[in-house]
Nanobody, 120 residues
């Protein structure tokens, strides 16, 4: 099992920055791959970025060069530094935890979400 709590969202103007944090607790096996997803009303949830326990990262094309995902394994936390924010970045951002092993799914792998609103 794992429990995730996001924080750091808010309202900013285009070009501004925000830093999202996700605190994780529970089984460390559930945290091999941590990620950030986002979802706007009427749209499907989309992957923003992921990072493995060893630090390997992946980003969606829309955020490359602007967002940076990082993690602190000792603190069981993952972060998303968002720079040069655009109105299209407006969404609820969710933290996700995964084992990296097909068939092994942890209960509570999604956080409650944090609203990010970017005004023009």
């Amino acid at each position: 099992q794992v429990h995730l709590v996001e924080s750091g969202g808010g309202l900013v103007q285009a070009g501004g920055s925000l830093r999202l944090s996700c605190g994780a607790s529970g089984d460390t096996i559930c945290m091999h791959t941590m990620g950030w997803y986002r979802q706007d009303p009427g749209k499907e949830r989309e992957l923003v970025a992921t990072i493995t326990k060893d630090g390997s990262t992946k980003y969606s094309e829309s955020v490359k060069g602007r967002f940076t995902i990082s993690r602190n394994n000792a603190r069981s936390a993952v972060y998303l530094q968002m720079n040069n924010l655009e109105p299209d970045d407006t969404a609820v951002y969710y933290c996700n935890a995964a084992t990296g092993r097909p068939g092994l799914v942890c209960t509570g792998s999604w956080g409650q979400g944090s609203q990010v609103t970017v005004s023009s």
